[in-house]
């Protein structure tokens, strides 16, 4: 079966490696236009931009990262899956985060962590 056949399953494609990509890192590797670009080539449509291109945004690459045990957690303070609640906190987030007292059950991984910086430092895009 070709997915990439119509924009209906190239959706379906990238809903499924995004979430994918939420626990795993293959996404860095392999990013969905890497992988369908050619035939858009052929067909003469234009794929859409890869996260890198884009940037980090709060709601695609962001917010994910914050499990819901997170957000109840944090919840007495502010709402974790808030974009204007995380930006307003966002250097306390991301101390707490390098100092491993943040999430409170187990530390981010470096990479996530340096997702979280790399989204302050494009300036906290929703």
């Not at 809903?15 to 067909?43: C, D, G, Q, S, W």
């Not at 945004?57 to 914050?66: E, G, K, Y």
């Not at 502010?78 to 307003?88: A, S």
Request: charged residues 30%; negative net charge.
């Amino acid at each position: 079966m070709i997915l990439h056949e119509n924009e209906w399953n190239w959706q379906l494609v990238r809903n499924v490696l995004t979430r994918y990509n939420e626990e795993n890192t293959f996404h860095k590797m392999f990013p969905p236009t890497a992988i369908f670009l050619p035939a858009y080539k052929k067909k003469g449509v234009h794929a859409p931009m890869t996260t890198a291109q884009q940037g980090p945004s709060f709601a695609r690459d962001i917010q994910p990262l914050f499990r819901e045990s997170d957000r109840d957690a944090m919840d007495f303070v502010f709402d974790l899956w808030d974009y204007n609640d995380v930006r307003e906190h966002a250097e306390d987030i991301l101390d707490r985060l390098q100092d491993g007292t943040m999430p409170c059950d187990e530390e981010w991984p470096e990479e996530r962590i340096e997702q979280f910086r790399q989204w302050i430092a494009a300036g906290a895009p929703a």
